[in-house]
T-cell receptor
Framework: QKEVEQDPGPLSVPEGAIVSLNCTYS??????FMWYRQYSRKGPELLMY????GNKEDGRFTAQVDKSSKYISLFIRDSQPSDSATYLC????????????FGIGTKLQVIP | EPEVTQTPSHQVTQMGQEVILRCVPI?????FYWYRQILGQKVEFLVS????????KSEIFDDQFSVERPDGSNFTLKIRSTKLEDSAMYFC????????????????FGPGTRLTVL
């Protein structure tokens, strides 16, 4: 079983739709959960991070972590064409000083 | 807003040659990392560096790789004898120390260096 599993997509949605992106993981040691956005041939850009279980909201973005199910989600409300990118889930045992393990990324296209 | 910078943006080299990839982490950060991403694959951890020594490295980071912080601002990754399979995007990242007794901040990534080995 892979440590972090993420559907690579692609996922195409119309502008204004609610987007749901998900990852599952197998390592119980993960406590720090992140979502990065990556444009083609660019570096990952941090969107949100969450410690342990729970929800976190930032503008149109909501991150959810369910440690009991080893499942994390990112919701994007009122999606815009500028949201078109690859979204990487990432996680680490505890904070930024330990290695981050990434999912393969889900490619999202928001169609105007 | 502070950001991690990397040079060069694209490096082309011949197999067997040495390359040095350079990074300038965010100025108050103390933890530094290198990751790589082969085209179409996931971002993979290579090495972490703190207090002038390697704190963790992956199986990928073998004797052909080395890291150095030659001065107060730069962080470098050297590949001694490049192979075709070293062709990838290489990302530098940095993070700051956390509050006393707490977690460190998460990692911030640079734009990457695309390494092409011919």
């Amino acid at each position: 079983q892979k440590e972090v599993e993420q559907d690579p997509g692609p996922l195409s949605v119309p502008e204004g739709a609610i987007v749901s992106l998900n990852c599952t993981y197998s390592n119980s040691a993960f406590q720090y959960f992140m979502w990065y956005r990556q444009y083609s041939r660019k570096g990952p850009e941090l969107l949100m991070y969450t410690y342990s279980s729970g929800n976190k909201e930032d503008g149109r973005f909501t991150a959810q972590v369910d440690k009991s199910s080893k499942y994390i989600s990112l919701f994007i409300r009122d999606s815009q064409p500028s949201d078109s990118a690859t979204y990487l889930c990432a996680m680490s045992p505890s904070g930024g000083y330990q290695k981050v393990t990434f999912g393969i990324g889900t490619k999202l296209q928001v169609i105007p | 807003e502070p950001e991690v910078t990397q040079t060069p943006s694209h490096q082309v080299t011949q197999m067997g040659q040495e390359v040095i990839l350079r990074c300038v982490p965010i100025s108050n950060h103390l933890y530094f990392y290198w990751y790589r991403q082969i085209l179409g694959q996931k971002v993979e951890f290579l090495v972490s560096f703190y207090n002038n020594e390697i704190s963790e490295k992956s199986e990928i980071f073998d004797d052909q790789f080395s890291v150095e912080r030659p001065d107060g601002s730069n962080f470098t990754l050297k590949i001694r004898s490049t192979k075709l399979e070293d062709s990838a995007m290489y990302f530098c990242a940095s993070s700051s120390p956390g509050l006393a007794g707490g977690l460190t901040d998460t990692q911030y990534f640079g734009p990457g260096t695309r390494l092409t080995v011919l």
